[in-house]
């Protein structure tokens, strides 16, 4: 047995090294149009990305990356839950700081500080280290594993820092003063662990006024940023913390492109060693929409098989982000042209978010329009060489999603065992149990398929007898359930403080840190008094699971929730 396994652990080793990201900026807008805010790590975003939702971050997995990478982020937010369902899904997050405070923020911004950004990236940085970048032990989330300071600092900071004379100079003061902002909030958090690493991603412009490299796309902004790293006075900066040794021991160098494969070897790889040789550097986007105009001719799947080997017979060249999960409608034009999935028809779920509610719809494969029979999600998932997507299901009811009840149960029940196991599971788990034998969960799934003319109320009874395949534990408690969103979950509080008269809504400080711990508190003492059928007595409209010790829900809540020591009863 052991001899079977061991090899299949080094190839994933030796595979882990590689980069495989999806670049995520799911604008949930079907025409062109604005959004309050772009920040999608936050709880509020949780209908796309999280498992009651379109669960887009397990949809990443199947397509094999193992890195998701973000642009927006409202430090006001916690990213906690983002980060926990990330690491859940074994994908690593590359975090970004928003534009906000380089160039919104008014008064204040960086552009209007002479490009000294050391404030206002502490600033913003502190509290994202205050919500949810770090665990209670005051380390880093294990899912973190980079932090973009700025995305295309040369094209924005100034717009002309690749064009006109002194741009470079500005430029590099605003991302050294950054890093150095960055370094202070750290300090002030006293932060224990390993760090993670820090880049800027630059474009692919050209930097003709760059005093080194100045004919080479992003080289010559990162020759430059060197310099500053190593001298940041004589770029007008003085920084508190010792830049250039953090920049030895923890920066990582990055860019985004949509030139193709063959290009960047020529123009960039051949070229980065001799100058950075001790630094790594990723593509923080990659996707070019041009190849079917080159000559020869080159598949997206082949220009991707290209980059990938590039990346893995590299030292330096850790991999690539692809660009981008979602089509950009809210741009429009050829911005379109990037996206893996559209949007369809099949609503998920609706999602407040910052005052206004947002249809998510479901994922829709976008063609590749240079490779004949491939849709995107194909080509990326050989590319990434992922285990794939159940296509077929995109844009109908999911398992995960519909309620347990004998709705949801026709709904999945009409999509085969497969898919019914799925849903058995869920059932399993809510009535306090787990499931010992998947083979065996699915033979029973198969019994109640459409055909087998049996209904959800024949489901639970037969699962209620406790069948070998499951374990029931004595210990079970009615809890938050982790897989919904904070918002949901608060709504069910306020409604269940609302509308029980003698029930006590008073919870100790411990326990109301966030909604999940409050919820774990009340709705296990509420189920406690008045509580009979998990299924039934322990909903409060999906916020909440009647959940085993030994699950992740049970696990999370064991601090705050009391357990309900009485055998289980189930009435449908
Ligand atoms: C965060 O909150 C502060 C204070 O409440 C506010 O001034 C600031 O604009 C908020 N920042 C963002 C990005 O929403
Ligand atoms: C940064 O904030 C400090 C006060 O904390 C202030 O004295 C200083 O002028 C600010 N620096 C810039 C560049 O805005
Ligand atoms: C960091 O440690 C210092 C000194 O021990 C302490 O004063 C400060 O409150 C700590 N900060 C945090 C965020 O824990
Ligand atoms: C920063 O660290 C480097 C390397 O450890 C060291 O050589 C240098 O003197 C330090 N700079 C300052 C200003 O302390
Ligand atoms: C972090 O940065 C250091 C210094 O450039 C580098 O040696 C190390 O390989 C980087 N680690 C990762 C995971 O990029
Ligand atoms: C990377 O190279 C190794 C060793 O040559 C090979 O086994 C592996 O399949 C390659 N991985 C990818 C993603 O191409």
């Known amino acids: 047995m052991l001899r079977a396994v061991l090899p299949l652990l080094c190839l994933h080793l030796v595979g882990?090294?590689?980069?495989?990201?999806?670049?995520?900026?799911?604008?949930?807008?079907?025409?062109?149009?604005r959004i309050p805010q772009d920040d999608w790590m936050v709880e509020a975003a949780k209908p796309m990305w999280g498992p009651r939702g379109r669960d887009d971050l397990h949809v990443m997995k199947q397509l094999g990356a193992n890195t998701v990478r973000l642009y927006g982020n409202n430090p006001n937010q916690s990213h906690e839950g983002f980060l926990d369902e990330a690491h859940r899904q074994e994908l690593k997050v590359v975090a970004g700081?928003?534009?906000?405070?380089?160039?919104?923020?008014?008064?204040?911004?960086?552009?209007?500080?002479?490009?000294?950004?050391?404030?206002?990236?502490?600033?913003?940085?502190?509290?994202?280290?205050?919500?949810?970048?770090?665990?209670?032990?005051?380390?880093?989330?294990?899912?973190?594993?980079?932090?973009?300071?700025?995305?295309?600092?040369?094209?924005?900071?100034?717009?002309?820092s690749t064009t006109v004379a002194g741009g470079p100079e500005q430029m590099a003061r605003a991302v050294v003063s950054a890093f150095d902002g960055l370094l202070e909030a750290e300090k002030m958090a006293n932060i224990t662990g390993d760090l993670i690493n820090i880049t800027a991603t630059f474009s692919y412009a050209v930097c003709i006024v760059?005093?080194?490299?100045?004919?080479?796309?992003?080289?010559?902004?990162?020759?430059?940023?060197?310099?500053?790293?190593?001298?940041?006075?004589?770029?007008?900066?003085e920084p508190r913390n010792n830049v250039t040794e953090a920049f030895?021991?923890?920066?990582?160098?990055?860019?985004?492109?949509?030139?193709?494969?063959?290009?960047?070897?020529?123009?960039?790889?051949?070229?980065?060693?001799e100058h950075f040789p001790s630094t790594p550097v990723f593509v923080a986007e990659y996707h070019s929409v041009i190849l079917q105009y080159l000559t020869p001719v080159v598949t997206l799947q082949e220009d991707l098989a290209e980059v990938i080997d590039m990346a893995n017979t590299s030292d330096l060249f850790l991999g690539i982000s692809f660009f981008q999960y979602q089509v950009a409608y809210w741009k429009g034009g050829t911005e379109m042209d990037f996206g893996i999935f559209g949007l369809g028809n099949f609503l998920i779920a609706e999602m407040p978010y910052?005052?206004?509610?947002?249809?998510?719809?479901?994922?829709?494969?976008?063609?590749?329009?240079?490779?004949?029979?491939?849709?995107?999600?194909?080509?990326?998932?050989?590319?990434?060489?992922?285990?794939?997507?159940?296509?077929?299901?995109l844009c109908q009811p999911s398992?995960?999603?519909?309620?347990?009840?004998?709705?949801?149960?026709?709904?999945?029940?009409?999509?085969?065992?497969?898919?019914?196991?799925?849903?058995?599971?869920?059932?399993?788990?809510?009535?306090?149990g787990m499931v010992v034998s998947t083979t065996e969960l699915e033979a029973f799934a198969a019994q109640y398929v459409t055909d087998s003319g049996r209904t959800f109320a024949e489901m639970v009874s037969a699962i209620a007898q406790k069948p070998p395949w499951t374990s029931f534990s004595a210990q079970a408690a009615c809890v938050s359930d982790r897989a919904a969103d904070a918002g949901q979950v608060g709504a069910a509080i306020a409604w269940l403080c609302?509308?029980?008269?003698?029930?006590?809504?008073?919870?100790?400080?411990?326990?109301?840190?966030?909604?999940?711990?409050?919820g774990d508190w009340l709705f296990s003492r509420w189920y406690l008094r008045n509580g009979h059928d998990p299924l039934q007595d322990c909903s409060f409209g999906g916020a909440a699971i009647f959940a085993s010790p030994d699950t992740p829900a049970g696990r999370a809540a064991a601090a705050c929730a009391v357990v309900v020591p009485r055998r289980l009863e189930v009435m449908v």
């Open 399 to 432: 398992p995960n999603v519909v309620p347990l009840s004998q709705d949801g149960f026709a709904a999945i029940a009409a999509q085969g065992a497969g898919r019914l196991g799925v849903f058995a599971r869920r059932v399993v788990e809510h009535l306090g």
């Open 16 to 33: 882990a090294r590689l980069m495989k990201a999806i670049s995520y900026g799911p604008v949930p807008l079907k025409a062109a149009g």
């Open 248 to 273: 030895w021991s923890r920066w990582t160098h990055s860019f985004n492109t949509n030139n193709p494969a063959r290009d960047l070897k020529a123009q960039f790889f051949d070229r980065y060693p």
């Open 97 to 160: 700081m928003s534009d906000f405070r380089y160039i919104q923020m008014d008064p204040g911004r960086c552009i209007e500080t002479d490009y000294d950004c050391f404030n206002q990236s502490r600033d913003s940085y502190a509290l994202n280290l205050k919500t949810g970048f770090l665990t209670e032990y005051q380390e880093y989330h294990p899912a973190l594993a980079y932090f973009i300071l700025i995305n295309e600092p040369d094209l924005k900071m100034p717009s002309t």
């Open 354 to 393: 910052y005052g206004h509610t947002y249809d998510i719809w479901c994922l829709e494969p976008q063609v590749s329009h240079n490779t004949p029979g491939s849709t995107m999600p194909q080509v990326l998932t050989e590319a990434y060489d992922g285990p794939g997507l159940e296509y077929e299901y």
């Open 498 to 518: 609302g509308h029980t008269p003698g029930f006590s809504c008073d919870v100790p400080d411990d326990c109301s840190q966030d909604a999940f711990s409050t």
């Open 210 to 237: 760059c005093e080194e490299l100045s004919y080479l796309p992003a080289l010559g902004q990162m020759a430059t940023l060197v310099d500053a790293m190593m001298n940041p006075e004589s770029y007008g900066y």
